[in-house]
């Protein structure tokens, strides 16, 4: 990666890249299954949900990720 460039984190660019920077199969596997089940606060401000029920965010994510993928 070079130096002093400023990547938008939310951009299809950035994950494809860092996609590629991946050397084996299996890491690249495992980066998108992070990107794709991890909630962020994308997830926190959509669904406010009490503490017992934060495993729930990871379905919010799916639900957000299918959405935007069923948009184009």
């Known amino acids: 990666m070079a130096r002093g460039v400023s990547y938008e984190k ?25 990107l794709t089940f991890t909630p962020g606060p994308g997830e926190w401000e959509v669904v406010r949900l009490p503490k017992p029920l934060f495993p729930l965010y990871r379905l919010v994510r799916l639900a957000r990720l299918a959405s935007r993928f069923a948009r184009g």
């Open 10 to 34: 939310q951009q299809v660019s950035y994950f494809r890249l860092m996609m590629r920077l991946r050397e084996h199969r299996a890491d690249r596997l495992r980066f998108l299954t992070r």
